[in-house]
C-alpha cells in the first residue's frame, strides 16, 4: 500500500485539502500535515531560527492521520517526512490550492513550493490547483482519474506534476491537454498602490493586480483561459521536461 503525504497553502480547514484527501484515500494510506492558517504566496521558504508548532488536527476524513504546523508549506513536508513520518512517503500531494498555480504565478506558489519539497526529498510529488470559484464541476470529474495516471507515471528527481482545473461548468470544459509548457505571462499584472501616505515621504502600498488573458499557445495559462484542465511538468528552475508516455 502507497504511502502518501498531503499538505496545501489554504491552510488546515481550506475545502480543497479536504476533497483533495478523499480522493486521495482510494490511492493509499493518507497522513496529512497542513498549514495552520493560509499562507499562500509562501513559495518554497521554510522556517529556519524559530520553533514550529506542530499539533495532532481532528481531520473531517475518518481513517487520515493529521497534524496541524505553524510552518509553511514546504516546512510542512520536511516536518512530516523527518518528524511525523520518519520516513520518505511514496507520493507528496500539495492542494486543492484556491486558485491557478500556472505560468509564472507558479514561482509564488506555496502550493508548488510543497510538491518541489516532497520532489527533492525523493518523493513523487503533485501539485493541484483549481480556479478561484465556487464551480468545482471539472475538479470533480477529472481529479481521481488524473490521480491514477499521474501517481502511476515516474518523475525525474526534482520535478513535479503540476495540475490545474478550470472552474466552468463541466459542459463548457474541453477536456484535458497534457505537456502543458510554463506560460511566459501571468492572469495578474501586479501595481502597486498607495493606500496611505507618510511622513517623512514613505507610503503604505499594497498590491493591486490587474487580471489580462493573455497567454502563448501550447502552454498552461492558455489551456485555462480556454476551459480546458492544464498538465504539465515542472522542475526546480521552473523548465518544462517532456513526460516520456505522452
Known amino acids: 500500500m502507497k504511502r502518501l503525504l498531503i499538505t496545501n497553502d489554504d491552510g488546515m480547514e481550506a475545502d480543497g485539502l ?13 497522513w496529512v500535515v497542513a498549514p495552520d492558517g493560509q499562507r499562500s504566496a509562501s513559495s518554497h521558504s521554510l522556517t529556519l531560527r524559530d520553533p ?10 475518518d481513517g487520515v492521520k493529521s497534524w ?35 505560468a509564472t504565478d507558479i514561482q509564488y506558489s506555496g502550493t508548488c513550493g510543497a510538491a518541489f ?7 513523487h510529488s503533485i501539485a493541484v490547483s483549481e480556479q478561484a470559484c465556487p464551480c468545482h464541476e471539472v475538479t470533480d470529474r477529472y481529479l481521481s482519474e488524473l490521480l491514477e495516471e499521474l501517481i502511476a507515471t515516474p518523475l525525474p528527481y526534482g520535478t ?13 470544459c474541453g477536456g484535458v491537454l ?22 517623512g515621504g514613505g507610503h503604505m502600498v499594497q498590491v493591486d493586480g490587474n487580471y489580462q488573458e493573455k497567454a502563448e499557445e501550447e502552454t498552461d495559462m492558455h489551456a485555462l483561459i480556454h476551459h480546458y484542465v492544464s498538465v504539465g511538468t515542472v522542475n526546480n528552475v521552473g523548465v518544462i521536461q517532456t513526460s516520456a508516455n505522452r
Do not use: W
Open 160 to 172: 513535479i506534476y503540476n495540475v490545474n482545473f478550470p472552474g466552468c461548468p463541466l459542459s463548457e
Open 18 to 30: 479536504i476533497r483533495l484527501v478523499r480522493a486521495a484515500k482510494a490511492f493509499g494510506e493518507v
Open 117 to 123: 519539497e516532497g520532489a527533492f526529498q525523493g518523493a
Open 52 to 61: 514550529m508548532k506542530v499539533l495532532p488536527y481532528d481531520f473531517p476524513v
Open 178 to 199: 497534457r505537456n502543458r509548457t510554463v506560460s511566459r505571462s501571468m492572469f495578474y499584472a501586479d501595481a502597486y498602490r498607495v493606500r496611505q501616505k507618510l511622513p
Open 68 to 102: 496541524s504546523c505553524s510552518g509553511t508549506p514546504a516546512d510542512c513536508v520536511r516536518v512530516g517526512i523527518h518528524f511525523i513520518l520518519h520516513e520518505k512517503p511514496d507520493i507528496v500531494l500539495s492542494g486543492i490550492n484556491y486558485g491557478y498555480n500556472s
